[in-house]
């Protein structure tokens, strides 16, 4: 049976991002980004990147990656989840699953390295079994079209563009290219639509091979993500305990009333179940296991939900503070919401599970 438990080097990891976080990326500092000109915080990114080689964790060793895996990569993703730090992290280790299942060496090398920002150009709420519908290939080759609401696509970078039937990498930066930013509820994780205009293509994989790895990373976003969620959720809890242990009201702490007592028991009920299907997620990922599809289904179906609980759990038990724009609660609920759709709805999920499963659907007069 699986061993869900932290090991030792991911303590130890966690350890490092979570100083690494705690110095460079404090709420303050990510609520005053969110009014800013630039989208990422690119001075943390580089300190992730430089200091712990957060985007080679799942590149082998022999790419001069890390060579550790996704399990790694999870416990970073909580680390972020819990400061709601904006990097493109998410983004590039989806589009690094997607290279090591079509097996790109070279940029594989460079993702690792740090050497170039990599991104799927896929709209941040595809899910796994979602037939996209590609771009158009021209001569060249070129590719055409656009992409709705892409996630972490950084204008220096590269794009992975699904296109025709085949898997391409385009110059974010060509003129052929064009990233608009997107107004999205949650600021600090921007995404932009992309549109094509006959831009350059340096093709990476075709026909199934393409497909597969399409899919592939798509289940690591699905499966990833919730790791993040679990990290989110967990700084709702632990910032909303603090607080009602402090805030008094009629002469008591506002945490010994029993209604408050058992919401926060069943939100850490929750947590806790969710931290295992995540744990589980991630962990099939890594061991490219059959169960991978299922697993990073069951960690959607039930963490999304989970997380959006937390933050508004969090923003009412802080009460006025916590409708404030001066308090952070407001980025931790706006983060739960849009990852609610990310790479797939629960709904979405929880369909895919009944299909896995061979349950029959609901007849369609008890469909909502």
Known sequence: MTD????????ALRDSVRALLTAYAPWQR???????????DLGLWRRLVDQLGVTGLAVPTEYEGAGAGFREV????????????PVPFLGTVVATRA???????????????????????????TAPDTRCDPLKVGPGPTVSGSVSGVVD???EGLLLVPAGEGLYVVEAADPAVRLA?????????????????GAPARPVATGVAAAEAVTAALTAGAALLASEQVGLAQWCLDTTVAYVRQRHQFGRP?????????????????????????????????AADAESSLAAALAQAYCGPMAVRAAEVCVQLHGGLGFTWEHPAHLYLKRAKSTAIGFGT?????????????????????RH
């Open 4 to 11: 869900l438990l932290y090991d030792a080097d991911e303590e």
């Open 30 to 40: 990510t609520l005053a980004a969110v009014d800013g000109e630039d989208p990422y």
């Open 74 to 85: 999870a416990v970073v993703l909580e680390e972020l989840g819990r400061t709601v730090a």
């Open 99 to 125: 290279l090591l299942a079509c097996g790109e060496h070279t940029l594989l090398r460079q993702v690792a390295t740090a050497k170039c920002e990599l991104t799927l150009a896929v709209g941040f709420a």
């Open 153 to 155: 696509a950084v204008p």
């Open 181 to 197: 930013p997107v107004v999205s509820l949650d600021a600090t994780r921007p995404l932009v639509d992309i549109e094509f205009t």
């Open 254 to 286: 506002v945490g010994s009333f029993q209604a408050v007592k058992h919401r926060l028991a069943d939100l850490w009920v929750e947590l806790t179940e969710a931290r295992a299907v995540a744990r589980y997620a991630a962990d099939r990922l890594g």
């Open 346 to 366: 629960a709904d979405r999920h929880r369909a895919a599970l009944a299909r896995m499963v061979d349950l029959p659907a609901p007849p369609a007069e008890q």
